[in-house]
Every structure is written in C-alpha cells, then in structure tokens.
T-cell receptor, first 117, second 111 residues
Framework: AQSVAQPEDQVNVAEGNPLTVKCTYS??????LFWYVQYPNRGLQFLLK??????LVKGSYGFEAEFNKSQTSFHLKKPSALVSDSALYFC???????????????FGTGTQLKVEL | KAGVTQTPRYLIKTRGQQVTLSCSPISGHRSVSWYQQTPGQGLQFLFE???????NKGNFPGRFSGRQFSNSRSEMNVSTLELGDSALYLC??????????FGPGTRLTVL
C-alpha cells in the first residue's frame, strides 16, 4: 500500500530564509504526489502536484517541490519564507489501482511550519 | 468559480444521535470525496462519489454513509454517534483525477 511520511512535526525558520518541508513516499508504481496547506479552522488549500515530467514543480504562493525518484522524496521548498506562510503542511499521494479510477488521497501526518520575524 | 461549500460549519450532537453533513462541489466537478481529520488519526479517507455512485470507500464502520445527487452535491451521514466521531469533516471535489479542492469543513462535536 502507498504511504507518505513527513519526518518533522514542526519546522521553524526565520522570515526571509529559505524553507524546506520534507516528505518521502512509498508506492509500487508511478507516484502522483501533492502538497496542501491548512490554516487554522480552514480546509486544505492545494499548493502543487507532481504527476510526471520535470522534477521541479512550481506551485502557488511561491512554493515549489523537488521530486527525487532515487530518494523517493518530494520536499516542499520556498526561497524566502514569510510570516504568513506559517501553517500546517500536508504531503499526500494518490492511491494506486483503485477500482474504476478514483481520487483517494493518503496524507502524511503534517508538518507545522512556523516562520518568525 | 465558487469554491467547495460545506454546511453546517459547526455542529454539536450527543452520543447516539445521527447527523447529516452537506457538501456542494465546484461547478462541473463530478467527484466528491470525504475525509475525517482528528488530532490522533490525522486525515483519513471516508469515501468518494462519482456520478451518484460510491467509487471508493475507506476503513470506517457502516455507521458512516454517504450519497451523491444528480447535481453532484453530496451528503454524508453518521448514525449512532460516538464520542470518537468528534472531528473536522472535509469534503473535496475534483474534475477528473486531478487535484482535489477542499471545502472549509464541518466541525462536529459529540458530547
């Protein structure tokens, strides 16, 4: 079964510094990977996805993610963090081999990003 | 386009009662998925509906059920509520196998 792991419960970074939120995945076939962000008392907002193609994926709000097949990783990055980026970030993988297709996502446990002045 | 809407936003129920949550997807989206989010278990998939048919189901007891209407709106029902059902219930819609767009959620508290 597919899975994703987010090894860090929390990441702290100073505003203006680059940030990285880590994610590793486990799938048997080709991975469909996603990053979502959740602000307090809100639903999840889509940031970016990797389906195929370039290993560097650009997304919303200046975020990007680097897909690395050999390391089975899909780390989220941003060159310069903002205080407003402080939120809960989830990595997810779309389940494979679902009957009739489907959109089931398996999520990581989430990483709380805190950006300080 | 309007986003995914969920009603109600907050709900308080007592054990043993039942509850129905509603989700209106983005216009044109035919797939609606439901997820449960709790501090202990994280985000867990409940089920997905596509063209009024349940296409996939997660590992939840039969007390959790859902349906989808011809206009793609979806409802989920939880019967015989337990304390452990307290959670944020998220609905997500997608066009066709692409990224899912989530609603703000319904916060259910079971007393």
């Amino acid at each position: 079964a597919q899975s994703v792991a987010q090894p860090e419960d929390q990441v702290n970074v100073a505003e203006g510094n680059p940030l990285t939120v880590k994610c590793t995945y486990s799938v048997s076939g080709n991975p469909y990977l996603f990053w979502y962000v959740q602000y307090p008392n809100r639903g999840l907002q889509f940031l970016l996805k990797y389906i195929t193609g370039d290993n560097l994926v650009k997304g919303s709000y200046g975020f990007e993610a680097e897909f690395n097949k050999s390391q089975t990783s899909f780390h989220l990055k941003k060159p310069s963090a903002l205080v407003s980026d402080s939120a809960l970030y989830f990595c997810a993988v779309r389940d494979e081999g679902l009957t009739g297709g489907g959109n089931k996502l398996t999520f990581g446990t989430g990483t709380q990003l805190k950006v300080e002045l | 386009k309007a986003g995914v809407t969920q009603t109600p936003r907050y709900l308080i129920k007592t054990r043993g009662q039942q509850v129905t949550l509603s989700c209106s997807p983005i216009s044109g989206h035919r797939s609606v998925s439901w997820y449960q989010q709790t501090p202990g278990q994280g985000l867990q998939f409940l089920f997905e509906y596509f063209s009024e048919t349940q296409r996939n189901k997660g590992n939840f007891p039969g007390r959790f059920s859902g349906r989808q209407f011809s206009n793609s709106r979806s409802e989920m029902n939880v019967s015989t509520l337990e304390l452990g059902d307290s959670a944020l219930y998220l609905c997500a819609s997608s066009f066709s196998g692409g990224e899912q767009f989530f609603g703000p959620g319904t916060r259910l508290t079971v007393l």
